[in-house]
């Protein structure tokens, strides 16, 4: 699990294909790497993905085809830079939301405004999951937990802080740009739960 909160921007430095999906490196800068073992989970844009080697502040993880049909992962390209995230320990803060790194689907900017010193992000998403984004609710795109300011046919928007701006990827979007996003775990337990049996 995560929390959304982004503790590195990190750099693809190679990419290789696989046998149909992908190998790929990347240059870390978290303050420390020396509890990063192989097996562990980093969110990579809001990714789930196991680490199979490290080297000194390099990772190494694979993507599967199925990963790479749900996310934008394919896109990466030696020099990307990504949002990562270490996985939660219990004795860590929760400060954004109960994030699983499971992209639910890849949603497109659509418009970017200024906002005082803050700026509003839209984005389309597919129909499917509208219904599980509230206003005022929780999103994490990629990777970045954050609030829905409002969902209205298929388009959401979000506010960005400066400090979002400057520590994530996502102040380099730009329209037409491709996100992963994951909605709020939640939403699917009480669509079960109240689901007519």
């Known amino acids: 699990m995560f929390t959304g909160?982004?503790?590195?921007?990190?750099?693809?430095?190679?990419?290789?294909?696989?046998?149909?999906?992908?190998?790929?490196?990347?240059?870390?800068?978290?303050c420390d790497v020396t509890d990063i073992e192989i097996g562990d989970s980093i969110a990579c844009n809001g990714v789930c993905l196991t680490v199979t080697k490290r080297h000194d502040d390099k990772i190494a993880v694979d993507v599967s085809l199925e990963t790479l049909s749900k996310t934008q992962v394919g896109d990466w390209v030696v020099g990307s830079i990504i949002n990562l995230e270490k996985s939660l320990c219990l004795?860590?803060?929760?400060?954004?939301h109960m994030v699983s790194g499971h992209v639910d689907a890849i949603a497109s900017c659509v418009a970017i405004e200024n906002s005082a010193?803050?700026?509003?992000?839209?984005?389309?998403i597919?129909?499917?999951?509208?219904?599980y984004i509230v206003k005022k609710g929780s999103i994490a795109?990629?990777?970045?937990?954050?609030?829905?300011?409002?969902i209205d046919e298929c388009v959401m928007s979000v506010n960005l802080i400066p400090h979002t701006l400057?520590?994530?990827?996502?102040?380099?979007?730009?329209?037409?740009?491709?996100v992963n996003i994951e909605i709020d775990?939640?939403?699917?337990?009480?669509?079960?739960?109240?689901?007519?049996?």
Do not use: C, W
């Open 5 to 30: 909160i982004i503790q590195s921007l990190g750099e693809v430095v190679d990419k290789q294909q696989k046998h149909g999906d992908f190998h790929f490196i990347i240059k870390t800068n978290f």
């Open 91 to 96: 004795k860590d803060k929760l400060g954004g």
């Open 117 to 124: 010193r803050s700026t509003i992000y839209r984005f389309q």
């Open 126 to 131: 597919p129909f499917e999951l509208d219904k």
């Open 141 to 150: 795109i990629n990777g970045v937990s954050l609030t829905v300011n409002s």
């Open 166 to 178: 400057e520590h994530t990827n996502l102040g380099g979007l730009k329209t037409n740009d491709k």
């Open 185 to 197: 775990t939640i939403a699917r337990y009480v669509e079960k739960m109240v689901k007519p049996k």
